[in-house]
């Protein structure tokens, strides 16, 4: 039981990371899609 | 915060009954948040807050400057004669509710209001500005002028002189004790006269003074600001946006929001374990184990303001990616403004119990401040009443309190990012790293005061 209460402990701490985590995915995703539409339009300039 | 006293600081009276996990209300903050920033970016495109005006309301009796400033020597008197000669017993003591709760927390709170009310009422601030009056009388031209202040310590005094509170109110283990706070309150008073004859009354408040430097950039949210011997009435939050980042301000504000995030992190499980190693080391090292305790906490709380002094370096470097000609170090000091509102977030989630429960001992306290059985206001025998707000109620105080501050922090983040860079275009763009750095200081927050609460 002990290994299955940490694990419950510690799910329960990771969920207070993971809205962190995915809001850093989402704009890392974004400053790259922006990076490449920069590029493009000096490009085409 | 103050283990003698009923330590309510982070405390729940009872047990919440919330409808949801603790951890969703992260996920629900962090939704609020972005939402705020896309309704920042589509509805907010040209700057705002920065060089709003201020509309007087009210002209203040320099009689009344005089009359505050009274009020507050009196007052500290008060305080430090009840810390040596009262009973040595928290609860029934004034002196370490006065310190710790009426002072500590209870001005910022007042301070968001009602603007710098701590500035009217400083002691030192007083007792400086009666000695300049009466050396000026006496000396005339021969008293001696303050020396220039050095431009490169800025606000350094004051983030020095705060971290050395925390330290103190984190680490030190007699930091509840009477008489101890009472010799603490002295040194501090006298360190305050020395840079007040060094470098002149106003000036040394303004930068050198540790909790007067600490409380007025609470006061600079606030709608009312008294100025000139006027009260002027401005729209919230603009009067942050005219700090002038000084050497020493990012620390100052860096050292506020790391001391409150370990307050809660050190009444949690984790740092309860570590803090165990590292007595275990600092007594093998030959430290005695109650200063190997005191030794830990300053480290931890040193460790604690490192890592949000990262998280807040991680999101300017973030700005920087849409401009290179911004310098990391001049971006700290231009978004250093839309920290202090998560400051004090950071702060009423905290504290708000303590103020809540602990504030109810004023009562008594005011009737009997020595603990002699004194009853000076007929209230002597006032009781603390826990059921005064519910465990649920604290903790929606806390989480609205969090968001509220990110949010705040977003606006103002914004609204400089538009005075900072080419367009509004690029200004939302900067702002990406800095709106993942507010969602990592929300979770942080309320992972500490869940752990606190656990």
Known sequence: MTPLAHAGHWLAEVLYVAPVVVVVTWISVRALLDRRAEKREAGSE | VIDGLVVLAHGIVGREDLPIPRWLFGWAATVVLVASFVALAVLWPTPRLEHARARAVLRVPRILEVACGALGVAFFALVVYAG?????????????????????????????FLGDVFRAFNPWRAIGRAVGWASARVGGDRASQP????ERLGRWPAAVGLF????????????????????LLLAYAAVQFVGMSLYGVETWTRRGDPLAVYFSLFAALAPLHWHD???????????ITELVALPGTVALVL?????????????????????????????????GPTFALE????????????????????????MRTVDRSQGTGAL?????HSLVPIAFAYLLAHYFS????????????????????????????ASIDYGVVGANAIWYVQVGALVAGHVAGLVLAHDRALTTFSDARQATRSQYWMLAVMIAFTSLGLWLLSSSNA
């Open chain 2, 295 to 318: 030794v830990g906490d300053a480290i931890g709380l040193a460790l604690m303001v490192g890592l949000v002094a990262l998280l807040y370096r991680l999101g300017v470097a973030g």
């Open chain 2, 147 to 150: 020396l220039p202040y050095p």
């Open chain 2, 84 to 112: 040596f000669a009262g009973i040595q017993q928290v609860e029934l003591n004034i002196t370490p509710v006065a310190v710790w709760v009426l002072v500590w927390v209870g001005v910022p709170v007042l301070s968001i």
């Open chain 2, 164 to 183: 050395a509170i925390a330290v103190v109110e984190l680490a030190y283990a007699d930091r509840d004790d009477p008489s101890t706070l009472s010799v």
């Open chain 2, 332 to 336: 700290e000091g231009r978004f250093v």
């Open chain 2, 255 to 287: 050292v506020s929001i790391g001391s409150t995030s370990f307050d809660g992190f050190s009444e949690g499980p984790i740092w309860t374990d570590v803090l165990v190693e590292v007595q275990d080391v600092l007594t093998g090292l030959g430290l």
């Open chain 2, 229 to 239: 011997g006027r009260l002027e009435l401005r729209r919230p939050l603009t009067g």
């Open chain 2, 354 to 381: 303590l103020l809540v429960f602990q504030g109810q001992a004023t009562a008594y306290l005011a009737s009997d401040p020595l603990g002699d059985g004194a009853d000076l206001f007929g209230t002597a025998s």
